[in-house]
T-cell receptor, first 113, second 115 residues
Framework: GDSVTQMEGPVTLSEEAFLTINCTYT??????LFWYVQYPGEGLQLLLK?????DKGSNKGFEATYRKETTSFHLEKGSVQVSDSAVYFC????????????FGDGTTLTVKP | DVKVTQSSRYLVKRTGEKVFLECVQD?????MFWYRQDPGLGLRLIYF???????EKGDIPEGYSVSREKKERFSLILESASTNQTSMYLC??????????????FGPGTRLTVT
């Protein structure tokens, strides 16, 4: 079945540091890939997505590129802020699996001033 | 903006009680989902629904049931709550078509404690 493996956390960075959160996946079909963010006390919200190979999703300074050859979708940001502290989830959605989403376990990011 | 609301943010119930968690979305989405979120386990799909009166089991349906009588509302039912159902419950919806290409829109979650 489908699966998503995320870099284990927690991750602690200083403000303005570079962020990478690794995400790799296995899927039987040709999935769409997503990054969601969950701020404390809230539900998940979409951060960015990519629906085909080599697509780059971007939002709020975050980027991720759909790499089919390495089955990866790593999240990056060049300069993190304290307000980026949250839990980040990598996910895939596969039409061969009736469009259901599979989520990684989440990575907690804490940014210190 | 899509809005997904859940009936309670925090809920405390006793073992053996019947518990109803309600979810309403206002964007006419056909697809709705219930997940539970536990530390170290990520999100696990309990049930989902592609249309009114339709339901499909997810990965962990045991101990739960669902009801979808209206398109905008998807209810999760714990028939007899147990302590191992203490968790954060998240509802989500997504638009129809192009299965797999659309993101899901989440509610704020209900933190359920069963004592």
């Amino acid at each position: 079945g489908d699966s998503v493996t995320q870099m284990e956390g927690p991750v602690t960075l200083s403000e303005e540091a570079f962020l990478t959160i690794n995400c790799t996946y296995t899927a039987t079909g040709y999935p769409s890939l997503f990054w969601y963010v969950q701020y404390p006390g809230e539900g998940l919200q979409l951060l960015l997505k990519a629906t085909k190979a080599d697509d780059k999703g971007s939002n709020k300074g975050f980027e991720a590129t759909y790499r089919k050859e390495t089955t990866s979708f790593h999240l990056e940001k060049g300069s993190v802020q304290v307000s980026d502290s949250a839990v980040y989830f990598c996910a895939l959605s596969d039409w061969t699996n009736a469009g259901k989403s599979t989520f990684g376990d989440g990575t907690t990011l804490t940014v210190k001033p | 903006d899509v809005k997904v609301t859940q009936s309670s943010r925090y809920l405390v119930k006793r073992t053996g009680e019947k518990v109803f968690l309600e979810c309403v979305q206002d964007m006419d989405h056909e697809n709705m989902f219930w997940y539970r979120q536990d530390p170290g386990l990520g999100l696990r799909l309990i049930y989902f629904s592609y249309d009114v009166k339709m339901k499909e089991k997810g990965d962990i349906p045991e101990g739960y049931s669902v009801s979808r009588e209206k398109k905008e509302r998807f209810s999760l039912i714990l028939e007899s709550a147990s302590t191992n159902q203490t968790s954060m419950y998240l509802c989500a919806s997504s638009p129809p078509g192009d299965l797999g290409k659309h993101e899901q829109y989440f509610g704020p979650g209900t933190r359920l404690t069963v004592t």
